[in-house]
């Protein structure tokens, strides 16, 4: 029998039919209440609680007990005509209350988002257990007082809008298992009623009708999630929405200090802090500050391969652009200058001036602000006056006639100096800071020449076999390189031979250092990195297809440059050693290159007569003078503003980017 395998208190039909229902009905609803869980609505914790809070707690309609139970049990059968009368009372009583079970059971369910949210799997496990918690109870012999309380409760709620069709869960509820004996008439007066509710908008009250057709949410929507589709949709806000939104606008000059405001502006470009000076009379306070524009100007003109400034010396400083160290100055200006200066570069508007003075080709050449000096195939050695362009003094053999070429004029004075120390050859290479200056020969020497004491000769230095190609030092090291295959590293202040570094196949034609490291380029096509400490050579660059003729190694040794005779620039990463770029355009011999870390150029002399400026970021060609020399183009060097280059007519070419520029004073060191 079905009733048999109902766990719970047995009662039989009999003595329940035995006693009056008018006083019994009161205690079995307490004893229904007392066995049938509130939770028999799946994850409604919050409803129950406040079904509760009024009295006993309420089966609802999925809890199969209450159809279950309405069949009676087998075991003890009142009369025919007894049992017929009561079975239609207990049909119409459910059929009178069925509709408002369900109006308060989905006032329930509309209070919590949370159940509609469950998915269809879920209700059906949930249904299943309210199935097997139903089978552990005996109902009352009649549901009529269950749903007329109910029904008394739920008219005192507040009216809560019918659950939409996309709701999962009312067909669950109401899906008994066919074993169950009874009830048939319920259950099918239960979905009938449950249709005609889901296909009718009765359920929505007046007020929610009107926000659906205005396009709102209704209360109860935005408490249980009614009305959110769930595909996915775009959200986007009307220019109403907009104008609505309260968009809060606070100067940051009122809340926080002058020194983190001035911090602030301080990281911004040069276009940016020229915008914030309009702002207001604060920010043109703060914006117009001499320390804030120092530091856009050092953020704005300081390459990427560039050192700290703090880390630089005077002299390396010198021809930087970078203006003086000095208190009160017009950094608002200085900025203006430069960017406009930097203009210029990118138009290619120059002042072209030629220097004449030497005899034969020119080799070598380097400058600042002050003077350029230069040496030459004639076997002297020139200081000219960056402002005048005049020849100020000549480094050569006292014991011989001073060579000018045909055309200059010049008053100089001759530097005097023993039998033994000076050159007696071509002048092929040369470097000087604010202290030294060392020259290298084709007579194997190279001699260091004090600039403090007039260039008087300090010592000669020798160690190589054939010519000294190139040379390149810093305040405790001097490099050397020569033809006969090697570099030597002597030490400066007392000119002694440190090491010889050798593994070149070919004549070492060029070397640059920046500290432990020192970078060779030779006739073999081969680029090595050295570490001067131990000798050793630590990395091998190959890419090159002939021989190289010049290198430039950036002041944070991360960026290797070089060319040569196939006529391509190829930039080196020094970390990995990989081929990051290469730079075309010349047709001939690449003999000279230059690189600016502060502003990443890069300035290419050739023996095609051309010299050509880079931009290292993006390989583009910035400016290009074709034939700009009558002859092959041997030495180039640049700073902040000018290009100067030496050829082998024995001139020298100056293109001055700054001339007329008002301000341009201020970018000197």
Not at 151 to 175: C, D, F, M, V
Not at 206 to 213: F, P
Not at 463 to 481: N, Q
Not at 559 to 585: K, P, Q, Y
Request: aromatic share 6%.
């Amino acid at each position: 029998m079905a009733s048999d395998n109902l766990k719970g208190p047995k009662r039989t039909w009999g003595n329940i039919g035995s006693q009056s229902r008018a006083k019994k009905r009161p205690r079995l609803v307490e004893e229904w209440d007392s066995k049938v869980s509130c939770a028999s609505v799946p994850h409604q914790p919050a409803p129950s609680s406040r079904v509760c809070e009024s009295g006993p707690r309420r089966a609802s309609l999925s809890s199969p007990a209450l159809f279950e139970d309405l069949s009676p049990p087998s075991k003890s059968v009142p009369s025919k005509s007894k049992s017929n009368s009561v079975t239609s009372r207990r049909r119409s009583d459910i059929l009178l209350g069925l509709d408002d079970i369900t109006r308060g059971l989905r006032r329930l369910f509309c209070r919590h988002p949370s159940h509609h949210r469950s998915s269809n799997k879920d209700m059906k496990v949930n249904s299943q257990k309210m199935e097997k918690s139903g089978r552990q109870h005996n109902a009352d012999e009649s549901g009529s007082g269950f749903t007329r309380e109910l029904h008394h409760r739920s008219s005192l709620a507040e009216p809560r809008p019918q659950p939409l069709k996309q709701r999962s869960y009312s067909n669950t509820i109401l899906n008994m298992p066919a074993s169950i004996p009874g009830g048939e008439a319920a259950r099918a007066a239960a979905a009938e009623q449950n249709r005609r509710d889901s296909d009718s908008p009765s359920m929505l009250n007046t007020s929610d009708m009107m926000k659906r057709k205005e396009g709102e949410t209704s209360d109860s929507e935005v408490e249980s999630g009614i009305g959110i589709e769930t595909k996915d949709q775009e959200i986007s806000l009307t220019s109403t929405d907009v104008t609505k939104t309260s968009v809060v606008r606070r100067d940051p000059l009122e809340y926080m200090p002058v020194e983190i405001v001035a911090h602030i502006l301080s990281l911004l470009d040069y276009r940016s802090l020229a915008k914030a000076e309009v702002v207001s009379k604060g920010w043109n306070g703060v914006a117009t500050s001499h320390h804030v524009w120092r530091e856009v100007f050092h953020h704005e003109f300081r390459g990427a391969w560039a050192l700290p400034q703090s880390s630089l010396s005077p002299f390396e400083l010198n021809g930087r652009g970078l203006g003086k160290k000095m208190p009160d100055q017009d950094w608002r200006k200085i900025c203006r200058v430069r960017k406009e200066l930097g203009q210029r570069w990118e138009r290619g508007d120059i002042k072209y001036s030629k220097i004449e003075g030497h005899a034969d080709s020119v080799y070598c050449v380097q400058f600042d602000e002050d003077k350029m000096i230069t040496g030459s195939r004639d076997k002297t050695v020139r200081v000219w006056d960056m402002k005048t362009y005049k020849c100020i003094k000549v480094l050569a053999n006292p014991n011989e006639p001073i060579p000018f070429s045909s055309t200059a004029k010049v008053d100089v004075d001759v530097s005097r100096s023993s039998s033994t120390l000076f050159h007696n050859a071509s002048i092929l290479c040369l470097q000087f800071d604010g202290e030294i200056l060392v020259t290298g020969s084709s007579d194997h020497s190279c001699i260091v020449w004090s600039i403090k004491e007039d260039y008087t000769p300090v010592r000669r230095l020798q160690g190589h076999s054939l010519g000294v190609l190139d040379v390149s030092f810093d305040d405790k090291h001097i490099v050397t390189c020569s033809k006969d295959y090697t570099a030597c590293v002597w030490d400066r202040n007392s000119g002694e031979l440190l090491r010889l570094l050798k593994g070149h196949s070919g004549p070492v034609n060029a070397v640059q250092m920046r500290g432990d490291l020192v970078v060779s380029v030779s006739g073999d096509t081969l680029i090595k990195l050295w570490n001067l400490q131990s000798g050793a050579c630590i990395k091998e660059f190959s890419g090159h297809t002939r021989g190289l003729a010049c290198t430039q190694l950036s002041e944070d040794s991360h960026l290797i440059v070089s060319g040569g005779n196939d006529c391509v620039i190829r930039l080196w990463d020094a970390t990995n050693g990989t081929n990051t770029r290469e730079l075309h355009g010349h047709d001939s011999l690449i003999r000279s290159l230059h690189f600016d870390s502060d502003s990443g150029r890069v300035i290419s002399g050739s023996y095609d007569q051309s010299i050509k400026v880079y931009d290292v970021k993006t390989g583009r060609l910035l400016i290009d003078f074709p034939k700009w020399t009558t002859s092959w183009i041997l030495s180039t060097k640049a700073d902040y503003r000018r290009i100067v280059c030496t050829s082998q007519d024995g001139k020298i070419s100056v293109m001055d980017f700054g001339v007329g520029l008002d301000g341009v004073e201020l970018l000197e060191a």
